[in-house]
């Protein structure tokens, strides 16, 4: 993507999530019209239909030839990731925004030909934006965020995950996982994968371990974890696939062959 014009793309889209999340914060105390999806715990509320309805909106009226991958149903059905595409959850963190007002996040990935050019991350109530470009770097607010050390071991870690690890899954068996819990350092649990994920690229958490995310939850997220020297693979370490869901591993690339061989592998199911 020629640069001049990437700049523009991430100008306009760092002004459409601020403003998305002005109108969020200020709709805070308002009362919300809660539904739920494939399950009594998947929520989904109308400002998260309004707020993916805003992005779908502008983009639509401003890139006709852009594409849109979206959660709430807004955006295109698409088999390719040629040209521009937009990859958006609109609130990630729907349980914490409806639970707690807080600890949740816009997410707005964009790739072009498969390349994720710009990511950015918006924790709403905090008012922090993480945001990245290819190759130029990633930041919060202002401020440029460090290359994450390459001097780290398990034994030092702090790894996001959440219970669903330890309870009977599809994917790793649970005792490899319990020894993985007694390892590393502690774990976290956040209950936002994009937050979890401009963790890991802050350096605060040293890798991010969850199943099945979809495209949404991660596109912003790779792109900034990439640019200060994390890796994203599959929990395999396996390529991610940006069409599929796929269970994820994002992590300071010195932790990525331990957890992937002496856990993951060697625990698959
Ligand atoms: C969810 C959050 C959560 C993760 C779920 C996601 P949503 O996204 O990122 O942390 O564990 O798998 O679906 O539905 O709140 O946008
Ligand atoms: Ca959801
Ligand atoms: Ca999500
Ligand atoms: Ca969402």
């Keep these: 993507m020629n640069l001049e014009t990437r700049d523009a793309i991430y100008n306009q ?21 809660i539904n739920t ?35 709430e149903g807004y955006g295109d059905q698409l088999e390719t990731l040629n040209g521009t595409v937009w990859i958006i959850d609109p609130i990630d963190g729907t349980m914490n925004f409806v639970h707690q007002k807080r600890n949740f996040a816009i997410s707005v990935g964009i790739y072009h030909d ?13 008012d922090v934006l993480y945001s990245a470009k290819h190759n130029e770097g990633a930041f919060k607010n202002n401020e440029p965020l460090p290359r994450l050390t390459n001097k780290k071991s398990l034994l030092e870690s702090i790894v996001g995950l959440n219970h669903f690890w ?10 490899v996982m319990q020894d993985f819990v007694k390892t590393i350092r502690g774990t976290r649990t956040y209950g936002s994968a994009a937050l979890e994920f ?9 890798g991010y371990l969850t199943m099945s995310l ?16 994390g890796v994203t693979t599959t929990i395999y370490g396996d390529q991610v696939n940006m069409l599929e869901k796929n269970s994820i591993l994002t992590c300071n690339p010195a932790i990525k062959s331990d957890i992937v061989d002496d856990y993951m592998l060697k625990g698959k199911k």
């Design 13 to 33: 889209a760092k002004e459409w999530v601020l403003k998305a999340g002005d109108t969020i914060r200020d709709k805070i105390h308002d009362r919300l019209e």
């Design 37 to 71: 999806k494939s399950n009594p715990n998947d929520l989904v509320t109308t400002m998260d239909q309004n707020t993916e309805n805003f992005f779908v909106t502008n983009i639509k009226k401003t890139y006709p030839d852009h594409f849109i991958i979206s959660e």
């Design 114 to 126: 498969g390349v994720g050019e710009i990511g950015f991350i918006y924790d709403v109530m905090a």
């Design 166 to 175: 330890l309870c009977e899954n599809r994917f790793v068996d649970e005792q």
């Design 198 to 206: 401009a963790y890991v690229a802050e350096g605060i958490m040293d």
């Design 214 to 229: 979809s495209p949404w939850d991660i596109a912003a997220g790779v792109v900034i974890v990439n640019e200060v020297g």
